[in-house]
C-alpha cells in the first residue's frame, strides 16, 4: 500500500532591492523597503529550512512505509483486537541468556566492542554453524551487526551501489529487500512463485540472469516470511548452479533457519556456493531476542572487509553486554531452540486447522511461524478481506500485498502467540465464517 508522499513548503516572500541612482538622499534603496517575513522565533532560531524536494532524495521521499508495521497500527486502533501479526515471538528471552548480560554490565561490558563484533561472539557463531547447520564459516568471516535488518542493509547496500546492479527476488517476499534496492537506485526484479506451490524455479532464474548487464544479487529466503516454504538440499543445489553459472552473488536470508518443522535446520546455499553465498541471520527469532538488536552475517573472504567498512560507518559496532549474551545463547542455547520450536509446531498444528475448518484454504508452513491463507473468493483481494476480519471478527492478519508489488488474494497469520490467545482467534474466525456464510445463503 504505498503512502502519497507530503511536502512541506515554507513560504517565501521575494524582494528586490536596486541601488536608487536618481535620489542621493536614499542610496541604499527605496525609502519603505517591503517587509520580510519574521523567521526567528523568540529565542533567535532562523526557523526557516530548505525545500524538501532539493534536498531529500526521490528515492527516499517516495519510498511507502513498511506495509506490514502500518497495517499493524491501522488495526491497533480497533479495540479488543487480536493480532496475529507481527514476527514477534511471545516467549520471553531464555533466562541464562539475560543472566549473561546481567554479569557483562556488572563487569562494566559497555564499552565499545571490535567493529566486527567481539572474537568470543564470532567463535561462539562459527562453531554453532559447524554444529548445528551443517557448514563450516571461520569466525574472521562474520560480522557481527545491529540486527538482521541492518545486517541485509549493510550487505545490499555494498553490494547494489555497483553501476547497473540488480536484485532479483522471489515473491511473496520481506518488503525490505524491494524497498533496499529502491535506496541504491538498483534494478529490481521479482519472480513471482505463487503458481509453483511458493517454490522458486531454477528455470525462470536462469531466463532472468541471461538477461542481466551488470552485477546481480539473488536473495533466497528460506524459511521463507511470508509463506514457510523451506527449500531442500536439491532445489538449492539446483539454484546454486544457474547463480554460479551467471556470476551472480546470493543473498541467503537464514533467520528462521532453526525454526524448521521437516529438516531441521533449513539447509543453506552457502553449502553449495560459499564463495557466492552472504549468510544474513540473528539471534531475535532463534532465541526471542528481538529487542536486543543483535543480528550477524557471514560473508567470503573476498567480500566480508568492503561490508565491515559499510556497517562500520553506519553503526559502528552492536552492544557489547548484548553481545556477551549472544555468545552465551549459541554456546549453550541448542535445547532452548528444540523447546520453542516444539511449541511453534504445536501452534501451528492447531491454528492451520482451525483455519481449514472455518473453510479456508491455508499454505502448509514447512518453517517459520507464519500462515500464509487464501481470502474468500467473494472479496476483491486479500486486503479487503484482512479489513474485514479485523473489523467484523477482530483479528489482524498481515494482508498479502505487504509481500508482493500489486494486490494479493492472500493473508499472513502469524502463530508465534500463545495457544491461548490462538484458541480465542480460531473461536472469533470459525463464528466470523460462520456469519458470513449465512449471509450468503440467506441471499
Known amino acids: 500500500m504505498m503512502s502519497t508522499p507530503t511536502t512541506l513548503e515554507t513560504p517565501t516572500t521575494t524582494a528586490t532591492f536596486a541601488?536608487?541612482?536618481?535620489?542621493?538622499?536614499?542610496?541604499?534603496?527605496?525609502?519603505?523597503?517591503?517587509?520580510?517575513?519574521?523567521?526567528?522565533?523568540?529565542?533567535?532560531?532562523?526557523?526557516?529550512?530548505?525545500?524538501?524536494?532539493?534536498?531529500?532524495?526521490?528515492?527516499?521521499?517516495?519510498?511507502?512505509?513498511s506495509a506490514i508495521r502500518a497495517f499493524d497500527a491501522e488495526v491497533s486502533r480497533i479495540p479488543d483486537i487480536i493480532k496475529l501479526t507481527l514476527g514477534e515471538p511471545d516467549f520471553p528471552t531464555p533466562q541464562f541468556i539475560k543472566q549473561a548480560a546481567v554479569r557483562a554490565l556488572e563487569a562494566n561490558r559497555t564499552h565499545y566492542a571490535p567493529n566486527a563484533g567481539t572474537e568470543g561472539l564470532r567463535t561462539a557463531i562459527?562453531?554453532?554453524?559447524?554444529?548445528?547447520r551443517g557448514f563450516d564459516i571461520l569466525p574472521n568471516r562474520i560480522i557481527v551487526t545491529t540486527g538482521a535488518s541492518e545486517a541485509l542493509s549493510s550487505t545490499l547496500g555494498t553490494l547494489l551501489e555497483a553501476p547497473g546492479a540488480e536484485l532479483i527476488e522471489f515473491t511473496p517476499a520481506f518488503?525490505?529487500?524491494?524497498?533496499?534496492?529502491?535506496?541504491?537506485?538498483?534494478?529490481?526484479t521479482a519472480i513471482d512463485t505463487t503458481s509453483n506451490e511458493f517454490?522458486?524455479?531454477?528455470?525462470?532464474?536462469?531466463?532472468?540472469?541471461?538477461?542481466?548487464?551488470?552485477?546481480?544479487?539473488?536473495?533466497?529466503?528460506?524459511?521463507?516470511?511470508?509463506?514457510?516454504?523451506?527449500?531442500?538440499?536439491?532445489?538449492?543445489?539446483?539454484?546454486?548452479?544457474?547463480?554460479?553459472?551467471?556470476?551472480a552473488i546470493a543473498v541467503s536470508d537464514e533467520v528462521y533457519a532453526e525454526i524448521s518443522f521437516e529438516n531441521r535446520p533449513a539447509p543453506s546455499i552457502a553449502k553449495f556456493i560459499p564463495e557466492r553465498t552472504v549468510v544474513i541471520?540473528?539471534?531475535s527469532k532463534t532465541y526471542a531476542m528481538t529487542g536486543w538488536r543483535l543480528g550477524w552475517l557471514a560473508a567470503p573472504e573476498w567480500l566480508a572487509p568492503a561490508i565491515l567498512k559499510h556497517h562500520q560507518l553506519a553503526v559502528s559496532c552492536a552492544a557489547t553486554f548484548s553481545m556477551d549474551?549472544?555468545?552465551?545463547?549459541?554456546e549453550h542455547g541448542d535445547d532452548a531452540i528444540d523447546e520453542m520450536v516444539k511449541e511453534y509446531r504445536r501452534r501451528r498444528d492447531f491454528l492451520a486447522g482451525a483455519l481449514n475448518a472455518a473453510g479456508y484454504r491455508t499454505v502448509n508452513p514447512q518453517g517459520a511461524f507464519y500462515l500464509y491463507v487464501r481470502a474468500p473468493e467473494r472479496y476483491a483481494n486479500g486486503l479487503e478481506f484482512a479489513r474485514n476480519?479485523?473489523?467484523?471478527?477482530?483479528?489482524?492478519?498481515?494482508?498479502?500485498?505487504?509481500?508482493?508489488?500489486?494486490?494479493?488474494?492472500?493473508?499472513?497469520?502469524?502463530?508465534?502467540?500463545?495457544?491461548?490467545?490462538?484458541?480465542?482467534a480460531a473461536d472469533r474466525i470459525r463464528a466470523f465464517a460462520d456469519r458470513q456464510d449465512n449471509n450468503r445463503q440467506d441471499r
Open 199 to 247: 517454490r522458486p524455479d531454477p528455470a525462470a532464474l536462469d531466463r532472468v540472469l541471461g538477461q542481466t548487464r551488470g552485477p546481480a544479487v539473488v536473495i533466497l529466503n528460506s524459511p521463507s516470511n511470508p509463506t514457510g516454504t523451506v527449500l531442500n538440499e536439491d532445489e538449492l543445489r539446483d539454484l546454486a548452479r544457474v547463480i554460479d553459472r551467471h556470476d
Open 281 to 283: 541471520d540473528s539471534t
Open 389 to 424: 476480519l479485523a473489523q467484523r471478527a477482530k483479528v489482524a492478519a498481515i494482508p498479502g500485498t505487504a509481500f508482493a508489488a500489486g494486490p494479493s488474494p492472500y493473508v499472513r497469520f502469524s502463530y508465534a502467540a500463545s495457544l491461548d490467545t490462538l484458541h480465542q
Open 126 to 132: 562459527s562453531a554453532y554453524l559447524s554444529r548445528r
Open 19 to 65: 541601488h536608487d541612482e536618481a535620489n542621493p538622499a536614499h542610496p541604499a534603496g527605496p525609502a519603505n523597503p517591503p517587509k520580510l517575513p519574521d523567521l526567528t522565533s523568540h529565542t533567535g532560531e532562523i526557523l526557516s529550512h530548505p525545500s524538501p524536494d532539493r534536498v531529500i532524495p526521490q528515492a527516499i521521499a517516495h519510498l511507502a512505509p
Open 175 to 188: 518488503g525490505q529487500y524491494a524497498s533496499l534496492a529502491r535506496i541504491h537506485g538498483a534494478k529490481l
Open 325 to 330: 549474551a549472544a555468545q552465551e545463547a549459541y
